[in-house]
């Protein structure tokens, strides 16, 4: 009889694994762009040795440490440029007075790239939430001598039209960053990184909707580890909690759905390289 019940009780804890196995790759396909080629190497399959990854706000290269990750540890060059110290942002969870914020994201943007590795960090403080009423011209140029200095193959930023979040400063950025890309007389592929259409379409309301209908489709994707991903939000304490008030989803939860970082060239697609 004993034996009955423990053979009983192993093929529900089965089948509850398998129905929470099946659930999990559901909801997984909810965030995923079906059919999209996972990148192998940063440096043999994008042929980049040396990246500039360009972002408006401290917390903005969460959205692609996958890929810098990568190409530090296949040995790439890696240089961040973060055009304001984010010190407009609201904090999740208080952690300083308003006034000096900026000093705390600057520093945990800096801590973050020190974590991945890179080898080059540039912050400017130009003013958070401003972007669209700076210099367009002067943008350009500071993105322009970033790009001097670091030697960037390949650049990455935010989808103009998109920008993930269609937020203001992530669009002026990514159109400075193509304009300087495009003034300078290097070869140089720029990439967009992107966020998942499905996720956008299921769970982003109005305004997901049209983010995914302005989105270019992604030409590759990389693995994104959860726990780097964690671990980022970990070291941008102010803004640890941000995904929970704004979204209802725990960074644990977010990332274990969302498992890879999506990215598209600017141009005629991976063929380009």
Known sequence: M???VLISIAATAAILLLAVLAGLLIARSM??????ERLSSVTEDLGAQ????????????ITANALMRRAVE???HVALYTATRGEAGTQYPPVIDQPHLGVVREAEARRHGFDIGVDRHTVEDLGDGQLADHDFEDLVARVAAEIAVAGPDTVVSFHPQSAISLHPDHMT??????EAVARSN?????????APRPALNRFGGEQGARIASLQPAPDFAVVAPARDKRRAWAIHHSQSEYLQAEYGLPPW???TLWTEEYYAFAGEGWDRR
């Open 2 to 4: 004993r034996r009955v």
């Open 31 to 36: 965030f995923g762009e079906p059919g999209v």
């Open 50 to 61: 040396r990246l500039l990854f360009v972002f408006a706000h401290p917390d903005d290269e």
């Open 74 to 76: 296949e040995g790439a």
């Open 173 to 178: 950025i990514g159109r400075a960053t193509a």
């Open 186 to 194: 290097r070869q140089i592929d720029l990439v967009w990184v992107l």
């Open 253 to 255: 939860l977010l990332y």
